[in-house]
């Protein structure tokens, strides 16, 4: 079975303090690895998909980057404005369902 | 539409209501997929639509649960019967395979349904 856990479960950072989240995961075989933000009251929004150990992807203060058993979120000096759950989740090669981790929320304090 | 829009966004019934949520996709989006997710959890699978043809439903979580997208666009859950567990935040999603190296599915949510069962 498909598992994906995520850690921390929290993480409050001050501004400009650079962190990493983690995500470790067990699938039968990887298509893709996926990196969501959820904003309270709203429904995750789609940020990266890794597909193979060593791929790595950027999107403005964040970075993505993928082993065969975890992937990391890199936040270079993060603002307020990136607080949020951040959700990890696993596509398995012969089945379109994700399977999410329980995210890990992130607060950036000014 | 721009985006997955879905009805109602809040709905609170009385334990052994019968309860329907509206899942409009992002036009041309073939796949359509339901996740619940509970305060302080990731979404969990219920079901999935390629077009009208539920090819999994192996998430749904009793005989209660039912889904269907009889012309291939707008879903409907619905919930029979509905219990005190069956609160949550239920999402709909939709995507359209656009990489071609491997095919992964990037889903699209909308902001969810957030149902409260008394």
């Known amino acids: 079975e498909d598992q994906v856990t995520q850690s921390p479960e929290a993480l409050r950072l001050q501004e400009g303090e650079s962190s990493s989240l983690n995500c470790s995961y067990t699938?039968?075989?990887?298509?893709?690895l996926f990196w969501y933000r959820q904003d309270p009251g709203k429904g995750p929004e789609f940020l990266f998909t890794?597909?193979?150990a060593g791929e790595e992807k950027e999107k403005e203060r964040l970075k993505a980057t993928l082993t065969k058993k975890e992937s990391f979120l890199h936040i270079t000096a993060p603002k307020p404005e990136d607080s949020a759950t951040y959700l990890c989740a696993v596509n398995p090669f012969g089945n379109e369902k994700l399977t999410f981790g329980t995210g890990t929320r992130l607060t950036i304090i000014p | 539409g721009a985006g997955v829009s879905q009805s109602p966004r809040y709905k609170v019934a009385k334990r052994g209501q019968d309860v329907a949520l509206r899942c409009d996709p992002i036009?041309?989006?073939?796949?359509l997929f339901w996740y619940q997710q509970a305060l302080g959890q990731g979404p969990e699978f219920l079901t999935y639509?390629?077009?009208?043809?539920?090819?999994?439903k192996s998430g749904l979580p009793s005989d209660r649960f039912f889904a269907e997208r009889p012309e291939g666009s707008v879903s409907t859950l619905k919930i029979q019967r509905t219990q005190q567990e069956d609160s949550a935040v239920y999402l709909c999603?939709?995507?359209?395979?656009?990489?071609?190296?491997?095919?992964?599915?990037?889903?699209?949510f909308g902001a969810g349904s957030r149902l409260t069962v008394l």
């Open positions: 890794l597909y193979s």
């Open positions: 999603a939709s995507s359209l395979v656009t990489d071609i190296y491997s095919g992964a599915n990037v889903l699209t």
């Open positions: 699938v039968s075989g990887l298509r893709g």
């Open positions: 036009s041309g989006h073939v796949s």
């Open positions: 639509f390629q077009n009208e043809a539920q090819l999994d």
